[in-house]
């Protein structure tokens, strides 16, 4: 969908991995409908009005453990977004002197928190590598676990190459060793069916306004029966309020204040837009835009793909450079000139541009949406060609 932007210009909006855009049409008259009516605060109030906006919370929290397959929809915790949620997760799991296991493919989100912990002393910590293709071993996992490894906590889909890393594999080494698996899903969720029991997963952080096609500004964590996260935030919660101790039941152990209710009225109406629709069948057809995207790039002549071989267990989106052309320049020329809105740089995930030899400049990143066509495709190809045969002709 070419989008008509105020100003009179259109784009071709590809950068959905920073966020989905637009949303569709159904969730914003369903966050204006249900707020209109029950946008009041949840659970602190013994009116009518207030225990049905507690029960539309717990519904939605139902949902999302369901949609996620976690096993305690009152071990859902909302909060602001996926970063919001990791800082929980980390923040309450670590211990002075653990160690945590993390891997090179992360966000700053993962990486920053982690890397605080490590100044300060509090932690050990050992990054996995990737592969060529931008996948890790499961096997380089388990040779980094100690005994006295925290946590394991990966990034199951790349938000810089694209890969969806072996959970599954990963998952089982966790749970043989006894140590919990995190996943950031943040790429993922509304993408890739995502089973925590199966997966042996014991918590996720997710954000809504990826891929789930809620607003921004609502996210949450999903955690399994037995991890607890320890507080880290404390503040009101509707319960026990004569206590000066924070609640230390779920979900009221990690939420603090009022809750985003129209987030969460988004949140919900994005899932069930999306699984209306079908995850696979919404995934099968952005992987076609991006087989035809990545086919015509990789026979452009002075066009660079990353860990775009193979499309198995990959997302809707591509990393390249032209050669000879900074990436922000290529990403600048692409919205001027030709209408397309791509995102250049390191994507808040220096070490996977570190990994491919493309920092400190980074690289230009495509990112597909439920709501792109085939004709955009086409454009794209068109603008980056006419780019790069410019660098070749100067
Ligand atoms: C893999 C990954 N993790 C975490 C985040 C942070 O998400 P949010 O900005 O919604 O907190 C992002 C955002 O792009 C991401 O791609």
């Known amino acids: 969908m070419t989008i008509a932007m105020a100003t009179g210009t259109h784009i071709i909006y590809a950068d959905n991995a920073a966020t989905t855009f637009p949303k569709p049409p159904e969730v914003l008259t ?7 009516k029950k946008g009041v605060s949840p659970g602190r109030g013994s009116y009518d009005l207030s225990i049905e906006a507690e029960n539309l919370v717990d519904g939605v929290r139902r949902q999302v453990c369901t949609f996620f397959n976690g096993d305690d929809p009152s071990r859902v915790v909302f909060g602001y977004n996926a970063t919001d949620a990791l800082n929980l997760i980390i923040q309450g799991l670590i211990e002075p002197g ?3 296991v993390s891997s090179c493919l992360e966000h700053n989100s993962v990486l920053r928190p982690l890397h605080y912990f490590l100044q300060q002393g509090v932690i050990g910590l050992d990054l996995v590598s990737f592969d060529s293709e931008g996948f890790i071993d499961p096997g380089d996992v388990a040779k980094t676990i100690r005994p006295e490894t925290r946590f394991v906590i990966i ?6 190459v694209g890969t969806v890393q072996p959970v599954e594999q990963i998952g089982d080494v966790c749970v043989e060793r006894g140590v919990p698996l995190i996943l950031d899903v943040t790429q993922t969720a509304g993408i890739v069916p995502i089973d925590m029991q199966k ?5 996720i952080a997710f954000t809504g306004h990826k891929s789930l096609y809620g607003p921004t500004g609502i996210g949450g964590l999903v955690a399994r029966a037995g991890i607890d996260i320890r507080t880290t935030r404390f503040g009101g919660t509707g319960l026990d309020s004569r206590s000066l101790v924070h609640s230390q039941s779920y979900p009221q ?3 603090a204040g009022t809750i985003n209710i129209l987030g969460v009225i988004g949140l919900s109406a994005g899932i069930r837009y999306v699984e209306g629709r079908s995850l696979n069948r ?3 057809k952005e992987m076609v835009l991006t087989r035809r995207l990545r086919d015509g790039l990789s026979a452009m002549e002075g066009v660079k793909l990353y860990c775009a071989r193979s499309l198995k267990n990959h997302l809707p989106l591509l990393l390249c450079n032209v050669e000879g052309i900074d990436p922000e320049q290529v990403s600048t020329i692409l919205d001027g000139d030709f209408g397309i809105a791509t995102r250049a740089g390191l994507h808040c995930a220096p070490l996977v541009h570190e990994g491919l030899g493309t920092s400190p400049k980074g690289a230009v990143r495509f990112s597909f949406g439920l709501f792109n066509t085939p004709e955009e495709i ?3 190809l068109q603008a980056m060609e006419a780019i790069s045969r410019s660098q070749r002709t100067t």
């Open 155 to 160: 990034n199951h889909g790349s938000n810089v």
């Open 30 to 36: 369903k966050m204006i409908e249900v707020y209109t």
């Open 199 to 203: 997966w042996g997963v014991s918590a």
């Open 378 to 380: 086409e454009k794209i």
């Open 253 to 255: 152990r990690l939420e």
């Open 98 to 100: 653990c160690h945590v």
């Open 282 to 284: 919404l995934y099968q």
